[in-house]
């Protein structure tokens, strides 16, 4: 099936795959801007999804068939190392998958909760801002320069700050909220240039492949180390790494909900992707392990996140915000995979991201259709919303069983593919936490349960109301994915083990 | 130990901005002079790049003398051999900053590395449109709070998740 998806790619796509990914949404972008009509740019808006979507597979497949597993297109002709190169290969492939896929539910959904909260001769400014920051998360995926990483990272948060800020219209707090991330996200941003400037005075390149290759050469410096320290602070800021994490909240509770969907599932998921990219290909595995024991310094961050912010969720009397602090412990389990740096650890953490996206998309989802027929987000407004809209609402159970880690479902198969890389590696310890942290979650996803099935609707106005058809597609369409890859997991296991693969190719080859 | 801080004037010239930028960011609870903070903080940034650009006793990366010479038999055709053979001296000149590899590119003269500039006009841009967007920003924020203390406005908040908390139904009946 998916070589005939991939043989109807015209001539153009084939060759030009890497590219086209950025450049259709930034060209649709634009034309966004000028449309008259909400609508209008809404239908351009999924056409760029999906040509991104159609080219993220295109690539996929090439990096599969590809003898070297990398797709190498150097931009404007200019050969790399000293043109900009984009490079794929299994790691990438995986998260242009996910940024393009969930982009593509994301376009669909949006049209109904754009048109609740976003002021009619805003709409179309605001697709132009959601293509842009589109394109940037996927510029960031598909980049193998480094200064050009920063570019697009910064392209993507600056549209991001203002779609923040959109939400103002309705909740006057999305405007500190969006001032905060932006002080702090670009404090994050400039952390990360101050880095590569390090790494560019050590090796002379800003490509990455090149760079990595000067640098196990150089052996390490104290120019290094710097670099190293100054581009995992950025990037974890980013990523709303523990105790970087203070900017997520807000942002994602008083953002529009369409926003809240598509960041919380793309935008922390690309900047670990970037962290991932640092840690072990420009920099060897063996240097971040081995030399700098990556792993005794992020092991007890990513285990006080998944306790404190899960302890803190449960504390939320507003279900966004409470899925919010979620986040923040969840970025806590990827990273605690992705530290102890064994392929087991490194698969297991790619494979709980690329669940927590689906489901958290999923729940942000339901919460929107949640505003969207009843304008509220406490717990108290979700009573009874059992009996008023139970599609919408099964979807948000099971979504949250997913997120507590229930057998039979994605969030199961990921926690559990963590914990056994933990045992093996030695660190029984963490293990302990992944589970203790699962507690917490029964804790906070229960309270919003119990509210939604088993409490009287508080407020007259429930009445029976489904979200609508729009919605309801891409909301069931990440639900059922969790169902399915909670009972068949190989296929996208598969992926994740080629792209852990691919990052620790470097210590496969020493 | 006097000749080890002088040597280094420019980078203590861009630590001490950083930490300028940086102090006055956390600091201040004036939304416009945290903005102020961060362009500076931005800025030292900026300098640093510059520094790491400059090859000692290097000029201005414009083919001269000697190279100009060797590549300037057709006027429309200068430019594109001038583009071609100055990006592959990008590389290298940086490279034998370090001393990894010798030859730059062929080339008779010494020049400083023009790609860190280039690099921090990218840089400068995403500056520009950051603070821009923070303005938008703080003037929105001074519509809707009537002030830009980012202490005031977190007091407002509070009042207004008390305000919410109190209606909450759920809470009334705890």
Same mark, same amino acid.
């Given at each position: ?510 | ?74 006027? $429309?055709? &200068? ?6 053979? #100055?990006? *592959?001296?990008?590389?290298? =000149? %940086?490279? /034998? ?7 730059? $590119?062929? &080339? ?6 023009? #790609?860190? *500039?280039?690099?921090?006009? =990218? %840089?400068? /841009? ?7 967007? $923070? ?40």
């Amino acid at each position: 099936m998916f070589e005939t998806v991939v043989a109807l790619a015209p001539d153009i796509v084939t060759r030009h795959a890497a590219a086209l990914i950025v450049v259709a949404p930034l060209i649709l972008s634009g034309l966004c801007a000028f449309m008259p009509s909400g609508r209008v740019a809404w239908g351009l808006t999924v056409v760029a999804s999906v040509i991104s979507v159609f080219c993220a597979l295109v690539l996929l497949y090439q990096v599969q068939t590809s003898p070297d597993g990398v797709v190498s297109y150097a931009l404007g002709g200019w050969a790399p190392p000293l043109g900009i190169e984009f490079r794929v290969d299994a790691l990438n492939a995986l998260f242009l998958i996910l940024v393009t896929g969930i982009g593509l539910l994301a376009a669909v959904f949006s049209l109904p909760t754009v048109v609740a909260e976003i002021q009619q001769e805003k709409r179309a400014l605001f697709y132009a801002a959601h293509l842009i920051c589109f394109m940037g998360l996927a510029g960031v995926a598909v980049t193998g320069d480094a200064f050009n990483l920063f570019v697009f990272l910064e392209i993507s948060s600056i549209a991001t700050y203002v779609l923040v800020a959109l939400g103002g219209t309705r909740d006057r707090r999305a405007l500190p909220a969006a001032f905060n991330y932006l002080i702090m996200g670009t404090i994050g941003a400039t952390f990360f240039v101050i880095g590569v400037g390090f790494l560019y005075a050590a090796t002379g390149t800003l490509n990455m492949a090149d760079m990595a290759d000067r640098l196990t050469s150089l052996g390490a410096s104290r120019t290094v180390h710097a670099g190293f320290a100054f581009i995992v602070v950025g990037l974890g800021l980013k990523a709303a790494m523990w105790p970087l994490h203070q900017w997520l909240p807000n942002a994602y509770a008083y953002a529009p909900s369409f926003v809240t969907m598509f960041l919380s599932a793309t935008a922390t998921k690309v900047a670990i992707y970037a962290l991932v990219r640092f840690m072990f290909t420009v920099f060897s595995p063996d240097y971040t392990l081995d030399r700098l024991n990556f792993a005794t310094l992020f092991v007890p961050l990513a285990m006080i996140a998944m306790l404190a912010c899960s302890f803190q969720a449960v504390f939320q009397t507003d279900v966004r915000r409470m899925l919010a602090y979620s986040s923040v412990a969840q970025v806590g389990y990827m990273l605690l995979g992705i530290a102890i740096g064994t392929s087991a650890g490194v698969s297991g953490g790619l494979f709980h991201l690329i669940n927590h996206a689906l489901m958290k998309g999923a729940l942000f989802m339901a919460v929107a259709g949640v505003v969207l027929t009843y304008q509220g987000t406490r717990i108290s407004d979700f009573a009874g919303l059992g009996r008023a809209a139970p599609l919408t609402m099964t979807a948000f159970a099971i979504a949250g069983i997913s997120l507590i880690g229930m057998p039979l479902t994605a969030g199961f198969q990921s926690k559990w593919a963590l914990l056994q890389a933990m045992l093996d590696s030695g660190w029984g310890f963490a293990a302990m936490v992944i589970v203790a942290s699962s507690i917490l979650a029964v804790v906070y996803v229960g309270r919003v349960l119990q509210a939604v099935f088993f409490l009287p609707p508080a407020n007259p106005r429930k009445v029976r109301q489904e979200a609508p058809l729009l919605l309801l597609v891409p909301l069931w369409v990440l639900t059922l994915a969790t169902l399915w890859i909670g009972v068949n997991s190989t296929g996208v296991i598969a992926l994740t083990d080629a792209a852990a693969e691919a990052a620790l190719s470097g210590r496969a080859m020493q | 130990m006097a000749e080890f801080v002088l040597e280094r004037a420019n980078y203590w010239a861009i630590i001490g901005l950083m930490m300028v930028g940086l102090y006055i960011t956390f600091q201040s609870t004036n939304m416009i002079k945290r903005l102020v903070g961060l362009s500076i903080f931005q800025t030292s940034v900026f300098l640093f790049y510059i520094t790491l650009g400059k090859v000692a006793g290097g000029t201005a990366p414009i083919l001269f003398g000697k190279d100009a010479k060797g590549h300037g038999d057709g006027g $429309g055709h &200068l430019t594109d051999d001038g583009h071609d053979n #100055l990006a *592959h001296g990008t590389g290298e =000149t %940086a490279a /034998v900053e370090l001393g990894v590899t010798g030859n730059p $590119g062929g &080339l008779q003269e010494i020049y400083s590395n023009p #790609l860190p *500039h280039v690099l921090i006009l =990218t %840089a400068i /841009v995403v500056g520009v449109s950051t603070l821009a967007v $923070g303005l938008a920003l703080v003037v929105r924020i001074r519509e809707s709070y009537g002030t830009i203390e980012s202490d005031e406005v977190r007091q407002s908040d509070i009042e207004t998740a008390d305000a919410q908390d109190a209606d909450d139904p759920a809470r009334q009946v705890a």
